[in-house]
């Protein structure tokens, strides 16, 4: 009797640490959240690439400066 309670410990344990193994690289398989990655436009004018929050936008176009939005838009 005493084996087999010694023989559930085992299962036990081995299937909580498989199970714990398993969240940690479930967890490591998330791609890493990049804080303040903001997303990249495109200047309409010249094709260069800028965050969004640099970007000037007009007309649903994003530019990478005034002069751009000017010389394209007038
Ligand atoms: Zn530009």
């Known amino acids: ?3 087999l309670l ?5 299962v036990l344990l081995v299937y909580w640490v498989v199970k714990a ?3 940690g ?4 398989d998330e791609p890493p959240r990049q804080a ?14 800028l965050p969004r929050s640099e970007s000037v936008t007009s007309q649903g176009k994003f ?10 838009l007038g």
């Open 1 to 3: 009797m005493g084996k």
């Open 6 to 10: 010694l023989l559930v410990v085992v």
């Open 21 to 23: 193994f398993s969240r």
């Open 25 to 28: 690289l479930r967890k490591q």
């Open 36 to 49: 303040g990655a903001e997303d990249m436009v495109r200047c309409d004018q010249c094709g260069v690439h």
């Open 63 to 72: 530019f990478c400066s005034d002069d751009h939005r000017r010389q394209r």
